[in-house]
């Protein structure tokens, strides 16, 4: 399979807890992108990366939260101490803009579902 | 960005032809439609885009008029498996951080 993939799929943890998740993006891919969605909504931007600069960071995107592309391949999003309200679908997703084109096609990853308890 | 309006849900049959409609008033010269499918516990897929007329791929087509304030996704002939949520999308691009603002979307329901 050579689509995004992330890693854990379910993530449990009790509040207070940090937590890492890993998104590996389609190969050659030099955009990557994290998303959060919750229950009914449709998925909130957090932060972005052209190779491995992060380029754009959304407000949703509190102190707690980190995310780093070291090598401009996979990249990981770690939250420190956890609360109730980071409970969500973490959502990755990678493109790479054809040359010369207008635009570009985001592909998505399954995501990742955090549970805080 | 644009600002996208569509309808929360939609009922269909097996074998019907769907159509959902997304108000864009505020649309850029420049800016693209997108359509995205989000099936439960699933990241969104591509549908298709478009940027005026009529667009088609082999799942859907869009329907863009003159004034590009509006698109139609159309869906030929829907099964079961296109019971999804289906996102409306303007404004993302290549030349900018091509970060996708998505709304609630229509969340479909196919009936047998």
């Known amino acids: 399979d050579t689509g995004v993939s992330q890693n854990p799929r379910h993530k449990i943890t009790k509040r207070g807890q940090n937590v890492t998740f890993r998104c590996d993006p389609i190969?050659?891919?030099?955009?990557l992108y994290w998303y959060r969605q919750t229950l009914g909504q449709g998925p909130e931007f957090l932060t972005y990366?052209?190779?491995?600069?992060?380029?754009?960071k959304s407000r949703l995107l509190s102190d707690r939260f980190s995310a780093e592309r070291p090598k401009g391949s996979f990249s990981t999003l770690e939250i420190q101490r956890t609360e109730q309200g980071d409970s969500a679908m973490y959502l990755c997703?990678?493109?790479?803009?054809?040359?010369?084109?207008?635009?570009?096609?985001?592909?998505f990853g399954p995501g990742t579902r955090l549970t805080v308890l | 960005l644009a600002k996208t309006t569509q309808p929360i849900s939609m009922d269909s049959y097996e074998g019907q032809e769907v159509n959902i409609t997304c108000s864009h008033n505020?649309?850029?010269?420049?800016?693209?439609i997108t359509w995205y499918q989000q099936f439960p516990s699933q990241g969104p897929r591509f549908i298709i885009q478009?940027?005026?007329t009529k667009v088609t791929n082999e799942v859907a087509s869009l329907f863009i008029p003159a004034d590009r304030k509006s698109s139609t996704l159309s869906l030929p002939r829907v099964s079961l498996s296109d019971t999804a949520v289906y996102y409306c999308?303007?404004?993302?691009?290549?030349?900018?951080?091509?970060?996708?603002?998505f709304g609630q979307g229509t969340t479909l329901q196919v009936k047998p």
């Open positions: 997703a990678s493109s790479l803009p054809p040359e010369g084109a207008p635009t570009d096609t985001q592909y």
């Open positions: 190969s050659e891919h030099n955009r």
């Open positions: 990366f052209q190779n491995e600069a992060q380029l754009e």
């Open positions: 505020n649309i850029a010269t420049n800016d693209y």
């Open positions: 478009g940027y005026k």
């Open positions: 999308l303007v404004g993302h691009g290549s030349s900018n951080t091509g970060k996708l603002i």
